[in-house]
C-alpha cells in the first residue's frame, strides 16, 4: 500500500476505529432460500430437491390425517417417557436428540428410548415410517443406501417427539441452526461426514396451537467463521435477533398434518405461540448423504 494512502488521516481513523470494523465483519451474509409450499403427499423427488440443496424450505400442508395426528399427540401427552429437556433448550420431548452428547450417550439413550418411540406412532399408519420407506425404495432404485445411523452403542431411532416451552421473548424455540452440532459432533458418529453435505431436517406436526408457532426461516446459512463471532460455534443455538436483524426471513404458518422439511444450514426458529390452549407438538429427525452410496438418518 502506498505511503501516501497509509497516511491518510480518514482512513487511520477508519483503521482504529473498532466497532465499524465489528460491525462490518458481523453483518452476515445473505443467502437467497427457495421456498415450496403446497397442499397433499410429499414426493421422494421433493425430498430429493432439499438433500441437493434444490430447494431450502418444502412446506405440505395437509400432509398426513388429523385422526393420525390426533392419536400421536395423545400418545405423546400420555407418554410415561415425557421428559422436560435438560441441555439448555427449554422444551418436552420423548426419544433421544444428539445435540450435545458424544456418541457412546446418544446411542444408549436412544436404545433406551426406543420403545417410547415406537409407543407414540403404535400401529398406526404413520407418515414418520411411510416416508422413511418411501424414499429408501428411491434411493435404492439409485443405488443409495438409507438406514438410521449406528454405532456399536445402538442404532437411532426414527423420529423424537418435542414441544417447545422457550418463553417469554419473540420464540418458543430461538433462532439456530442444525449444522453446527453434527459438524462437532466428533468421529465416533457416523454422521459427523453429512455436515459437509445439506443436513436435512424433517418435522411432522401432530398438533399445533391456534396462532404462531410459526418456523421461521432466515436467510441466512452460517458459516464456521460466523457461529465463532456468535458464540455458538460447536451448538449452532442461539442467534441473536440483533444479528438477524437485517437478514430476510420467511414464515410457514403451519397447521397439525403438515410436514415442513428444511435445509437445517440456514437460521430457524418458532415464533411464540397463544391461542386454544392445545400445544404445538412434532415429530423431528435429520437426514442427509454421508457418502455418495449412503444417506443416514438420525435424531
Ligand atoms: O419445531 C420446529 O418447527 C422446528 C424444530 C427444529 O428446528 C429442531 O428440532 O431443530
Ligand atoms: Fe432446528
Known amino acids: 500500500m502506498p505511503n501516501s494512502i497509509m497516511a491518510s488521516p480518514s482512513l487511520t481513523t477508519h483503521y482504529r476505529s473498532k466497532p465499524v470494523t465489528n460491525q462490518l465483519s458481523q453483518a452476515p451474509a445473505t443467502s437467497a432460500i427457495a421456498i415450496r409450499e403446497r397442499t397433499g403427499s410429499i414426493s421422494t423427488a421433493e425430498i430429493m430437491s432439499v438433500l441437493k440443496g434444490e430447494i431450502t424450505g418444502l412446506h405440505i400442508q395437509q400432509a398426513f390425517s388429523t385422526e393420525v395426528a390426533q392419536e400421536i399427540t395423545a400418545n405423546f401427552v400420555g407418554s410415561p417417557a415425557l421428559q422436560e429437556r435438560n441441555d439448555g433448550v427449554p422444551g418436552q420431548y420423548v426419544g433421544a436428540s444428539h445435540y450435545r452428547k458424544d456418541a457412546a450417550t446418544y446411542f444408549a439413550a436412544s436404545e433406551t428410548a426406543r420403545p417410547y418411540v415406537d409407543a407414540l406412532l403404535k400401529n398406526l399408519v404413520d407418515p414418520v415410517r411411510a416416508l422413511f420407506d418411501a424414499l429408501k425404495r428411491e434411493l435404492h432404485n439409485q443405488g443409495i443406501e438409507l438406514r438410521l445411523a449406528r454405532s456399536e452403542h445402538g442404532q437411532a431411532n426414527i423420529c423424537r417427539a418435542l414441544s417447545w416451552s422457550g418463553g417469554g421473548g419473540t420464540f418458543s424455540l430461538e433462532p439456530h441452526d442444525d449444522v453446527a452440532q453434527v459438524l462437532c459432533a466428533g468421529n465416533d ?9 445439506t443436513v436435512a431436517a424433517l418435522n411432522f406436526y401432530p398438533s399445533m396451537p391456534g396462532e404462531g408457532g410459526n418456523l421461521r426461516l432466515w436467510s441466512h446459512k452460517p458459516t464456521v467463521a460466523d457461529r465463532k463471532s456468535q458464540g455458538v460455534e460447536t451448538t449452532g443455538y442461539p442467534y441473536s435477533e440483533a444479528y438477524l436483524q437485517t437478514v430476510p426471513c420467511r414464515d410457514f404458518q403451519l397447521k397439525a398434518g403438515d410436514i ?5 444450514g440456514f437460521v430457524h426458529g418458532v415464533t411464540k405461540q397463544s391461542g386454544n390452549g ?10 442427509g448423504f454421508a457418502r455418495p452410496d449412503l444417506v443416514l438418518w438420525w435424531t
Open 189 to 197: 458418529y457416523e454422521f459427523s461426514a453429512v455436515a459437509h453435505n
Open 260 to 264: 415442513a422439511l428444511i435445509d437445517g
Open 278 to 287: 392445545k400445544r404445538r407438538v412434532l415429530l423431528n429427525c435429520f437426514f
